[in-house]
């Protein structure tokens, strides 16, 4: 919990704005809904269902919502992504609604926080070129540049950035 958020369990409710983030992501991004409209909603409760998604030994991905409405505005928290168990990836997406608000950096700095608690010493996070808003939000929680660039001349290069953790 921030001062204006909130992090907690994915609930079965959450499916239809988790869906809406797809329906809002660029459309270079990987996963995105396709020209058949999937996945469906019923797909995405059933990963809900069978895969929650719950941080789990300090890897998962939260809903974020709102202390004062409780609006879903969209997910933050570790994974391993394109990093591993004990240098975990660092992932966040909100909802077009929350932009420029600073709710992006106030969550993931928490989890950066959360992360650090758990003994942790590096978090990774990957990013397209073209990303710039997620540059900067990474940039304020003390990630930087590694040299390690993953090429996609069709959606764009990745960008490896990283950040080494102080044990709390």
């Known amino acids: 919990m921030t001062e ?3 992090l907690r369990r994915w609930m079965p ?3 239809e704005e988790y869906r809406g983030l797809w329906l809002e ?9 396709d020209a058949e409209g999937r996945p469906t909603i019923e797909e995405m409760r059933g990963w809900l269902r069978d895969n929650p998604l719950m941080a789990d030994r300090g890897l998962g991905l939260l809903p974020i919502e ?5 609006e879903f505005i969209g997910y933050c928290g570790l994974t391993v992504g394109r990093g591993s168990f004990d240098e975990p990836e660092i992932a ?3 909802a077009r609604r929350a932009h420029g608000r600073g709710y992006a950096t106030e969550a993931a700095r928490a989890v950066v926080d959360a992360a650090a608690r758990t003994g942790r010493r590096r978090l990774w996070a990957t990013v397209r070129e073209w990303n710039a808003p997620s540059f900067r939000v990474l940039e ?4 930087h540049r590694s040299d390690r660039i993953t090429e996609d001349a069709e959606r764009g290069n990745t960008i490896w950035m990283t950040r080494a953790l102080e044990p709390k």
């Open 66 to 70: 709102l202390r004062d409405t409780g």
């Open 140 to 143: 304020k929680l003390g990630f």
């Open 4 to 6: 204006r958020l909130r």
């Open 92 to 94: 966040y997406e909100l």
């Open 25 to 33: 992501r660029d459309s270079r991004a990987v996963r995105r809904i």
């Open 13 to 15: 409710s959450d499916v």
